[in-house]
């Protein structure tokens, strides 16, 4: 049964649609994330679920509760949404202990006094901020400062928490390891997330959902697997993870890299919408390529012009014909080195029209 719900929603400024239509639906508890290139809607839509941004059209909801909307003149307030709100800036205030900057939200709602130290205190404990209650903010690292701003939104007991880009002032090590402590605080409250980012490990790591938007418009919604694994289109596959497009030509009936002298093995299946083209692109994910050999009769032979070890992997540039096509295997698989001939096999290529946005 859907939780939150965003009907048609809709928001312009003067002529430009920021956000196009947009529906989605997410269970109770479900961690759900916005992906896409600055300017697509998404930190939009995140003021529009919040309340800081009125609606064009359509309807915000969260359970039984009509939040937003235009057409039935309805309009409830942020401050009585129930919602956690971190931001990329912490946010925090340098004048007051950081256990006054988690009661603080708690005092403006005149809660009890007892009930507020409760509160304050479960949420200090469940970001392991015990022991600096009494500290200033300012004494704290950026990774500190950042469990001060989401120990306050844990206070209220939110239905739902809004992240806006809440990791990415942190360094890589703090980063990944708050994206952990966000999941098990989501899965011990059960609490609903809604998450902007740029991150895609970031999304992929906490979600339960994935939207991906471009110009106001929802490409896909699905897991992060299906996302992954069955991108709806072209722009889809671009952006979710490490990508190449070779460009292939029609010569005849058989279809060749552009640039080069050998047709592309019989058993790589061309799909029949692709045979009007006259330019198409092979997209591939540099995990899904592998070398083989000579005798292997899905081999496509090309040439290494760069190795470059990355830890875990070694990351090449294979060039066949005019094309470069990125592979990447793991450090401890052979591979050739850079200037030799090779070959590579396509163990699951996609499809595109070349000029398909």
């Known amino acids: 049964m859907s939780y939150i719900r965003l009907v048609n929603v809709t928001k312009k400024f003067g002529d430009v649609t920021a956000v196009n239509n947009l529906n989605v639906e997410l269970g109770k508890g479900e961690c759900f994330s916005m992906l896409g290139p600055s300017g697509c809607g998404k930190t939009t839509t995140l003021r529009m679920v919040a309340g800081f941004e009125d609606l064009s059209d359509g309807e915000v909801w969260v359970g039984d509760r009509l939040l937003s909307c235009p057409r039935k003149n309805h309009y409830t307030p942020p401050e009585d949404r129930n919602f956690g709100m971190v931001f990329q800036a912490f946010a925090v205030w340098p004048h007051m202990s950081v256990y006054e900057n988690v009661a603080f939200p708690l005092r403006l709602r005149k809660l009890p006094p007892a009930e507020i130290d409760k509160r304050t205190k479960d949420a200090l404990q469940a970001t392991n901020l015990t022991k600096a209650a009494n500290d200033s903010p300012a004494d704290l690292s950026g990774g500190g400062k950042q469990r001060v701003a989401l120990a306050r939104a844990l206070a209220i007991n939110p239905d739902v928490m809004l992240l806006d880009e809440p990791l990415s002032s942190l360094d890589p090590h703090l980063r990944e390891e708050m994206r952990f402590e966000l999941h098990d605080l989501q899965k011990k409250y059960g609490f609903n997330i809604i998450y902007v980012t740029h991150d895609q490990s970031e999304a992929m790591a906490l979600s339960d959902k994935i939207l991906v938007m471009k110009l106001g418009v929802m490409q896909q919604i699905d897991t992060p697997l ?72 899905m081999g496509v032979p090309g040439q290494v012009i760069r190795k470059a070890f990355l830890g875990e992997i070694v990351d090449y540039l294979v060039r066949v014909g005019d094309q470069d096509i990125r592979v990447q295997i793991g450090r401890r698989e052979p591979g050739p080195e850079a200037g030799e001939g090779c070959y590579i096999k396509f163990l699951r290529p996609f499809w595109y029209k070349a000029n398909e946005d």
């Open 226 to 297: 299906n996302i992954y694994n069955n991108p709806a289109n072209k722009f889809v596959f671009s952006f979710i993870g490490v990508s190449s497009f070779t460009d292939v030509e029609w010569r005849g009936t058989q279809a060749y890299v552009k640039g080069s002298n050998s047709p592309l093995p019989s058993g790589i299946i061309v799909p029949d919408r692709m045979k009007g083209e006259e330019v198409f692109n092979l997209a591939s994910r540099p995990s899904t390529i592998k070398f083989t050999t000579a005798s292997d009769e």
